[in-house]
């Protein structure tokens, strides 16, 4: 009946990290995305070399992003009950691995400017 | 208000997006509107707990020129559902308490004292510090009285020891209650839980509690060296049919003795022996190695003696406000309200409760000041996120009518032990609950 809005959801979310981080966080993930989009637009190709390396620590990032709910949440893989527990778990570990693909191709491409000419 | 297709998709989106992000909320009331209407009313509210707070900081932002005074004694806020994961060590004491100054808005007058007499003739409010407050409109949110006297042999400072826990009377002694359950679930013995036969904040938590300390004892391999009995002051476990069979089941699966109509009436520390009512009139003698004291509840004194009380039956006897259940405004003075744990309605002694009653009652004041209506109505939301081991849980909301009223339907299923209701009881809840003081959510 009572419907949450996007404010509510945003309310939560600086009660739950404070507002300075939280909005730090947001800040972070523009400033890491738009990098991003920076270096593709500047290099006007993507480095498959980068990419290779990138998408190396996509594992390692899934993981790390599951463990680090799992360790704040004190809770297990035990745990998972559901569908939507499956699901939540599929999701947080993809977010990680793109997030940490993102995060080592920006990474490379602003401290190594443009690769080789492939 | 029905609710419109398009609402219905959005908030399944908005389930999603919660959902997705490893966090959800509790479903809101919408946020504080941004109309204001000017208006010089004296507004009284008596307490600063969940639901004081919240409706002091909603109602500044939506009247413009009103003079709003709270009273409460209490400098130390405390965020009460915390106490269940204080009281399973997975937070310290300090986890619930907060600075009761930091919640409120600026703009209104806090009196640091205690509500001595209401008269609702005079429409005045009188408090321990001398202050005689006049109003226009009241709103009664104090909460209820923690009664361990109605108990024989009961008292608060027999708390944490002799295997003597109660989780409800505060943080510390949640914290004293863990240091009993840890020994316990190392020794093993017999694990006593139970709750009072009289309406009770979170009907959920005693359930929690029995669960947690099963779940400790078996992780530590000490289940098979001790016997966990429940005793529920009725024929049912929980209140809401379909909920108490499930309960019921999951309380055969884990070998627990339960044992119906049983009303703890005495306790002997030193024997540790707890006696119960039982329904033939008799009385029956349980010895125990830790147990989980949860007192009967009522109304605070000054409620009870100010006239506001439904005047019979057991909400009479209790002291619970006599407000209408869906508009919370009282039924023979139209100019005080009752919010929180303290009103009279057939079911909502949650924060979650609070959280959608606020709102409400906002609305109903505000229409009444303008001299307009409103259909915003109360309609008995109440949740619990219903703990059954370290590491999941079950959303359990529901209505007066005993309907299950998901929050996210068709995403998170109310009756299944989840990992993500476990979230929203970890997580979510806390950041929920502060948003909501702030009026925000
Ligand atoms: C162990 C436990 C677990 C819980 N778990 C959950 C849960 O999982 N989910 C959930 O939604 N809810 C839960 N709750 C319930 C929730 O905490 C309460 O329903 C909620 O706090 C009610 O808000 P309230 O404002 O009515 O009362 P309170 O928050 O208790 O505030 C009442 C205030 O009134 C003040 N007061 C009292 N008498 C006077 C007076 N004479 N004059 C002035 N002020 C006065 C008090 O000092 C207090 O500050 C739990 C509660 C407990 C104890």
Redesign the interface.
């Known amino acids: 009946m009572e419907n949450p809005t996007i404010g509510t959801f945003i309310a939560v979310f600086e009660e739950m990290f404070g507002r300075g981080l939280f909005w730090g966080l947001v800040v972070l993930a523009v400033v890491i995305t738009l990098a991003y989009i920076f270096v593709l637009i500047r290099d006007r190709s993507v480095s498959w070399r980068k990419f290779l390396l990138a998408q190396l620590f996509m594992p390692i990032g899934a993981v790390a992003a599951v463990w680090f709910v799992f360790a704040i949440t004190k809770s297990h893989l035990r745990d998972i009950g559901g569908p939507i527990d499956l699901i939540l778990v599929l999701g947080i570990a993809t977010l990680g691995a793109v997030g940490a693909a993102i995060l080592v191709y920006t990474v490379q491409s602003v401290l190594k400017g443009p690769g080789p000419a492939e | 208000?029905?609710?419109q297709p398009d609402?219905e998709t959005?908030?399944r989106l908005?389930g999603l997006?919660?959902?997705?992000g490893?966090?959800s909320?509790l479903?809101?009331?919408?946020?504080a509107r941004a109309q204001t209407i000017q208006s010089s009313a004296r507004i009284v509210i008596i307490g600063a707990g969940a639901a004081g707070t919240a409706i002091a900081n909603r109602l500044s932002t939506r009247i413009d020129g009103a003079q709003i005074t709270i009273v409460d004694p209490r400098q130390r806020h405390l965020y009460q559902p915390g106490f269940t994961l204080i009281a399973a060590g997975?937070r310290p004491a300090e986890y619930s308490v907060s600075a009761t100054a930091d919640w409120l808005p600026r703009g209104i007058t806090w009196i640091e004292g205690a509500a001595t007499g209401i008269d609702p003739e005079a429409k005045r409010v009188t408090t321990s510090t001398g202050d005689r407050l006049d109003y226009d409109y009241l709103i009664v949110a104090s909460g209820l009285e923690l009664h361990y006297e109605g108990i024989e042999g009961m008292s608060r400072d027999l708390i944490g020891q002799n295997g003597i826990g109660s989780v409800y009377a505060g943080p510390e002694e949640a914290e004293a209650t863990w240091r009993e359950m840890d020994r316990f679930t190392d020794e093993g013995g017999v694990g006593l839980f139970t709750r009072p036969a009289t309406e009770m904040k979170c009907a959920g938590a005693p359930l929690k509690y029995t669960f947690l300390t099963d779940d400790y004892a078996r992780r530590k391999g000490t289940r098979d060296r001790m016997e966990i009995i429940y005793c529920a002051h009725s024929g049912s476990l929980f209140g809401v049919p379909i909920v108490n069979e499930k309960v019921r089941m999951l309380y055969d699966r884990q070998g627990f003795d339960t044992r119906y109509n049983r009303v703890m009436t005495a306790i002997d520390p030193g024997r540790k022996i707890a006696t119960f009512r039982t329904p033939d009139g008799g009385s029956e003698e349980i010895a125990f190695d830790f147990t989980n004291v949860i007192p009967p509840m009522r109304a605070a004194q000054v409620v009870r003696d100010g006239g506001l009380s439904w005047q019979t039956g057991a909400n009479g006897e209790q002291g619970w406000i006599e407000v209408d259940q869906y508009t919370l405004r009282h039924t023979r003075h139209d100019t005080v309200f009752a919010v929180g744990d303290v009103a009279g309605v057939p079911k909502g002694k949650t924060a979650a409760s609070a959280k959608?009653q606020v709102?409400v009652v906002e609305d109903q004041l505000i229409a009444q000041i303008a001299g307009g209506q409103t259909d915003h109505i109360y309609?008995g939301?109440t949740s619990c996120p219903l703990i059954t081991?370290?590491?999941?849980a079950m959303l359990i909301e529901f209505d007066y009518n005993n309907d299950l009223?998901p929050s996210f339907p068709g995403?998170?299923?109310p009756l299944?032990?989840?990992?993500?209701s476990?979230?929203i009881k970890?997580?979510?809840l806390?950041?929920?609950y502060?948003?909501m003081l702030?009026g925000?959510?």
């Open positions: 208000m029905p609710d609402f959005r908030r908005l997006i919660a959902a997705g490893a966090i909320a479903p809101s009331a919408p946020a997975l959608w709102p309609t939301y081991r370290v590491g999941r009223v995403i998170i299923a299944e032990e989840l990992w993500v476990w979230l970890e997580i979510g806390k950041a929920t502060n948003a702030r925000r959510a």
